[in-house]
């Protein structure tokens, strides 16, 4: 029951961690490459470090095990360690961050003006 529960904990640290990571390099990068600057300088890089880093520690080690668990089929020795609908769930997580932070990096300043604006007009 323990080793089933510590798997799954390793799998949801490893989806936590994969899908930040990825979100991270990606804004780093092309941030720097489209703007010339990067969007997160380095202290902001070690505070999201820092703050992923306590969730996903937090994940690991604050479920406790359940009778369930017992009921289902064990792994194999040779199952991958992040599987297909792992895959999937960090991609998916991974596009939609990078969508409202690439809007809101690119496109923020134009809807928070039109906000403001629209907010005036109201008063």
């Known amino acids: 029951m323990w080793g089933r ?4 904990s ?3 640290f490893l989806q936590f961690q994969l899908t930040v990571n990825i979100v991270a390099v990606i804004v780093a990068f092309t941030g720097a490459c489209i703007t010339q600057d990067s969007p997160l300088k380095a202290v902001q890089m070690l505070w999201v470090n820092l703050i992923m880093d306590t969730f996903a520690s937090l994940a690991l080690a604050t ?3 359940s009778e369930s668990l017992l009921l289902r089929k064990p792994y194999g020795r040779n199952k991958p360690l992040i ?4 895959m999937k769930n960090i991609l998916g997580h ?3 961050q990078l969508t409202l932070i690439f809007t809101l990096l690119f496109v ?3 809807l928070a003006h039109t906000q403001c604006s629209a907010h005036e ?3």
Not at 5 to 8: A, G, K, R, T
Not at 83 to 86: A, E
């Open 5 to 8: 529960n510590v798997y799954d």
């Open 10 to 12: 390793i799998s949801k």
């Open 63 to 65: 479920e406790p095990p």
């Open 83 to 86: 599987s297909r609908t792992m």
């Open 94 to 96: 991974a596009v939609y």
């Open 108 to 110: 923020g300043e134009k």
């Open 121 to 123: 007009q109201l008063s």
